[in-house]
């Protein structure tokens, strides 16, 4: 996402055409998850230019067809897999393949994940959320799960919800989170050189700062390991997402003083009337 109705005027500029947008965005962060590709694969043209409007270093992590993970649970889905790999083909290495498989797909299902992994294309990097309890609560599942992804390069995205759930929800759209998103324990192992790691906040700024310390020193330690990892936040408004992506990796650079910078924003013209 590099767009949100709260952003205009706060982090992109007013009035910025849609084929812009993702350029003044890469201002802030350097990383953006592609949510929108589960729900429909992009026209081959419309990748071209986000390659275009964004620097060789900029990541982008894209969410598998709910058609491949959700509807057909990776069985039979040929025709559609090859259409998305076209499709953001122009992207090159810089896309990770982010399967986000649904909660009903458990244990017993990791055979079916592991064959599906090792037929993606080499060039790109692989990275699988799971959402079953099964996986964060049985040893034997987890290990199940923690080779296959090893066996085929692939690594596990954490969701971390932990401080979401911490309290009740106080606003609408916490509430409207609240019964969306998956209640499971933090996960702080990576198996690849490029973990990738979403975390939930909450709307107050400061319970999402105080709720993702534990996650700076983790990435503090994986950066001293010589890993690159990739870190997005997310409150359940997301009015404050870019700030607070660009505070998580100023608190993270704290702990680590040779990590680079991320970019410098464009100034953004306030609002005019006319």
């Given at each position: 996402?590099?767009?949100?109705?709260?952003?205009?005027?706060?982090?992109?500029?007013?009035?910025?055409?849609?084929?812009?947008?993702?350029?003044?965005?890469?201002?802030?962060?350097?990383?953006?998850?592609?949510?929108?590709?589960?729900?429909?694969?992009?026209?081959?043209?419309?990748?071209e230019t986000w390659a275009q409007q964004t620097d060789p270093g900029f990541r982008f992590v894209v969410k598998l067809p709910k058609v491949v993970t959700h509807e057909r649970r990776l069985a039979g889905v040929e025709a559609e897999m090859r259409a998305f790999l076209?499709?953001?083909?122009?992207?090159?290495?810089?896309?990770?393949?982010?399967?986000?498989?649904?909660?009903?797909?458990?244990?017993a299902d990791v055979d079916a994940l592991g064959r599906?992994?090792?037929?993606?294309?080499a060039g790109n990097r692989r990275a699988v959320e799971v959402?079953?309890?099964?996986?964060?609560?049985?040893?034997?599942?987890t290990s199940l799960l923690e080779e296959t992804l090893a066996g085929a390069h692939a690594e596990w995205v954490p969701f971390d919800t932990t401080v979401f759930f911490r309290?009740?929800?106080?606003?609408?759209?916490?509430?409207?989170?609240?019964?969306?998103?998956?209640?499971?324990?933090?996960?702080?192992?990576?198996?690849?050189?490029?973990?990738?790691?979403?975390?939930?906040?909450?709307?107050?700024?400061?319970?999402t700062i105080e709720g993702w310390?534990?996650?700076?020193?983790?990435?503090?330690g994986w950066?001293?390991?010589?890993?690159s990892p990739?870190?997005?936040?997310?409150?359940p408004d997301n009015n404050d997402a870019p700030a607070l992506a660009r505070r998580f990796h100023d608190d993270v650079r704290a702990l680590v003083p040779g990590l680079d910078p991320l970019p410098e924003p464009a100034p953004v013209e306030p609002a005019t009337l006319f």
């Open positions: 996402m590099w767009s949100h109705k709260a952003w205009p005027g706060r982090f992109l500029p007013q009035s910025l055409p849609a084929k812009e947008r993702l350029r003044a965005y890469a201002g802030w962060c350097n990383a953006v998850e592609g949510n929108t590709t589960f729900y429909a694969t992009p026209a081959r043209a419309t990748v076209d499709a953001i083909e122009p992207l090159g290495e810089r896309a990770v393949l982010w399967t986000q498989l649904p909660g009903s797909f458990g244990p599906f992994l090792r037929r993606l294309p959402r079953h309890p099964g996986f964060f609560t049985d040893a034997g599942s309290r009740p929800p106080e606003s609408e759209v916490e509430r409207e989170t609240w019964t969306m998103k998956p209640r499971l324990p933090r996960r702080t192992r990576a198996l690849t050189d490029r973990p990738v790691v979403r975390y939930l906040g909450r709307d107050s700024a400061e319970e310390r534990p996650w700076t020193a983790v990435v503090a950066l001293r390991e010589g890993r990739t870190v997005f936040v997310h409150t």
